[in-house]
């Protein structure tokens, strides 16, 4: 899906299928849904996940927790978390 197609999307009343839950979120977050946004990301380690779920909370004014995202990578890059 290219930015004119998911702009497109967002006169739908539910987002395309297929997308991604971190996409999703932002599809929600597009129609001012934030709560559903964030719900589709809450409990999601992905980096893509992090990131959105960092964004709606920076875009909300509400805190994130910045270790959170640093853990994650940590964890990725480094499987058995000896790093």
């Known amino acids: 899906m290219n930015r004119e197609e998911f702009k497109t999307s967002l006169a739908q009343n539910e987002p395309p299928d297929g997308l ?7 599809w929600w977050d597009a129609k001012q849904d934030w709560t559903r946004a964030h719900a589709l990301v809450d409990e999601l380690e992905t980096l893509d996940a992090i990131g959105v779920r960092a964004y709606l909370h920076r ?5 994130f927790e910045r270790g959170v995202l640093v853990r994650t990578r940590r964890a990725q890059i480094s499987p058995d978390h000896t790093r």
């Open 59 to 63: 875009k909300g004014g509400t805190s």
């Open 20 to 26: 991604s839950a971190p996409l999703a979120a932002l």
